[in-house]
């Protein structure tokens, strides 16, 4: 099972461009938001239980993902203070441990893109920030560089490119099938 990886800040495009990228693979969609919004109805957010119930619903999935013998996962993540160091080097193990690999793949956009993009109806259709005073409290305070990631395999600036483009440009960078 090949799990890709997407990350980026937000509002960089990870929803639609992993959107855009499960069209061309054919790969299972799991945004990191189907489980933040589940845990919100119940916990705050970044809450001890919100944040242990959060990663072990994810590498849950991603192990189960593995054990079911789909080809490919895209999951989308926002690399954001709240979330534990160790929490992707355990998504490495676990998908390793199944005989899987991760892909990594940064989306990048200016900041000033993202504020732009921030308060789109798309953004609220989730619980997904969407105030530009608190991104920028946010950005400012370090909390989206407060989390090192791995060198991923393909960047791509959002803000140059089509999602279906950027989406494009992945699967031919990882080699997935269907392009």
Sequence with gaps: MKLVFIYGMPAAGKLTVAQE???LTGYKLFHNHQVVDLLLSMFEFGSEPFVELRE????SVFEQVCRSKLPGLIFTFAPEATVRPTFVGEAVRTV??????VEFVELTCPVEELKRRIDSPSRRAHQKLTSVALFEELHTGGTFNALQMPKPRVVVDTSLCTPARAALQ???????SGV
Excluded: Q
């Excluded at 390793?96 to 690999?101: D, L």
């Excluded at 992945?170 to 997935?176: E, F, S």
């Design 96 to 101: 390793a441990a199944a005989g899987g690999e």
């Design 170 to 176: 992945i699967a031919r960078a990882l080699g997935v």
């Design 56 to 59: 072990e619903i994810w590498l």
């Design 21 to 23: 990228l499960a069209g």
